[in-house]
């Protein structure tokens, strides 16, 4: 049975009325697990038991369980994303709400640890430019590391406050606002949120919210879309804050459509999941409509150094050549070169002007002397030529090659720099030399669990 605290149980029994037993009800029992599949990286056979499909998410699916997603190479090589099913009504929302243009720029203000980052990732075109941006240091790797599984490479990482982005006013066509909230509806899968919840712990998320969305709306273009999410029930956080946005700032809640068999709670400003109606966590969600004409940032060149002719045809085979062209290579003053599409390099010298905390686009690897080194990002990248010479791996050599152990690498192999895959997706690279192996898979994303 769980107790939660009596203020709150009173606030949703005002909310639910009648309701409120079902709820409860709903909340003793076990989480549903789902994951979101990448369409960038499909797999025959996920070895996964899959108990149903997210009904608004075209790459949602439910399991029957909860396997060890850490001895799966698959989750590695970054061919889905374990991700509760309510939040990813991201996808309907943007669907339905954002401006249909290429080349969008969208921003994603609180992206860790990467559910929502990777899942616009997903929702863009190959012409479009993703920001995901991390308030909290310590939080940071993990979004890098789930952006880099997910293979999708224009894209700009940082690591600011949201009023810094001031530079940027009117410049993004879609900003998402994953708020952090009091996270009431976690409380049956995280029993930390129970019991660091209080009525002024909502009132401060409550504030908090409203000046990060009021530093976000700055940042919309005109008629540009603004999404407003939280992990919470209460009006506070939620429907308030929505009225809030339309009544202080030119913007205008947008309406969505909506299937009556997702069962989803329809509330002035926004779109409610409660856990006894839908199968997923209480979850809100909003969209707006930027009324004004304000966009006042400033264009601006890429300020890196351009790689050299001669490098450029060492780096020529790495890529894939049927966009080769499309891609213009720069060195940064640490050495590494990073790949940027040519027709972003104003929309990537713009960020990277008014942002000082932020990573300079996909980084592909570095050379030592002419030799290049891949980055590990690179090599799970879109960009990656799919011809170069790989060793396809059996699971069990999968997971030793993930732990950074010895695995059985064909006697056939020739010398030199080899893709590792597993189930026909990259899980990183070595370098051959006559009978000894190099595995550059990076320590930190090293596989340390016992494998039985």
Not at 147 to 154: A, D, E, R
Not at 322 to 337: H, P, T
């Amino acid at each position: 049975m769980i107790n939660f605290p009596e203020a709150f149980k009173k606030n949703m029994q005002e909310i639910l009325g009648a309701e409120y037993p079902e709820f409860e009800k709903a909340i003793e029992t076990e989480v549903p697990v789902s994951i979101r599949t990448n369409p960038a990286k499909p797999v025959e056979d996920y070895n996964l038991e899959f108990d149903g499909e997210v009904l608004w998410s075209k790459y949602g699916k439910y399991l029957k369980s909860r396997p060890v997603f850490t001895l799966d190479p698959a989750f590695h090589a970054g061919a889905y994303y374990v991700q509760e099913a309510s939040s990813m009504f991201l996808e309907k929302v943007f669907r339905q709400a954002a401006p249909r243009k290429e080349g969008l720029r969208v921003l994603d203000l609180c992206g860790a640890p990467g559910g929502k980052s990777t899942h616009l990732a997903s929702l863009l075109t190959d012409s479009d430019l993703l920001v995901c941006n991390e308030v909290i240091k310590t939080r940071l790797g993990i979004l890098k590391e789930n952006l880099q599984k997910w293979g999708f490479s224009n894209i700009i990482i940082a690591n600011q406050d949201p009023e810094t982005f001031a530079d940027l006013e009117g410049f993004f066509d879609v900003v998402v606002v994953d708020a952090p909230c009091s996270g009431e509806g976690l409380f049956r899968k995280d029993p930390n949120a129970k019991t660091e919840w209080s009525e002024s712990h909502v009132q401060m998320c409550s504030a908090r919210q409203r000046r990060i969305l009021s530093a976000a709306a700055m940042l919309v273009a005109p008629g540009g879309v603004l999404i407003y999410s939280t992990c919470t029930y209460n009006p506070h956080e939620n429907q308030e804050n929505a009225a809030w946005l339309c009544r202080t700032l030119d913007f205008d809640n947008i309406k969505l459509e909506l299937n009556p068999e997702w069962k989803v709670t329809e509330k002035s400003g926004g779109y409610q999941f409660f856990p006894h109606k839908t199968r997923g966590e209480g979850f809100f969600i909003s969209a707006f409509r930027n009324l004004g004409n304000d966009r006042r940032y400033v264009k601006a060149r890429v300020n890196l150094n351009r790689v050299n002719r001669q490098l450029a045809e060492i780096l020529k085979p790495w890529i894939r050549p049927e966009i080769l062209e499309e891609y213009e290579f720069y060195q940064k003053e640490d050495g590494n070169i990073v790949a940027i599409k040519v027709s972003l390099l104003a929309d990537y010298g713009s960020v990277m002007k008014a942002l000082n905390r932020r990573s300079s686009g996909l980084e592909i690897g570095i050379f030592k002397g002419k030799d290049f080194v891949p980055s590990h990002g690179f090599v799970l990248s879109d960009l990656i030529n799919p011809d170069l010479s790989f060793i396809e791996l059996d699971k069990e050599n999968a997971l030793r090659f993930l732990k950074k152990e010895a695995f059985d690498v064909p006697e056939t192999a020739m010398d030199g720099w080899l893709i590792i895959r597993y189930a026909g997706l990259n899980l990183g690279c070595i370098k051959k030399i006559g009978n000894r192996t190099n595995n550059y898979l990076p320590t930190e994303w090293r596989i340390r669990m016992e494998i039985e």
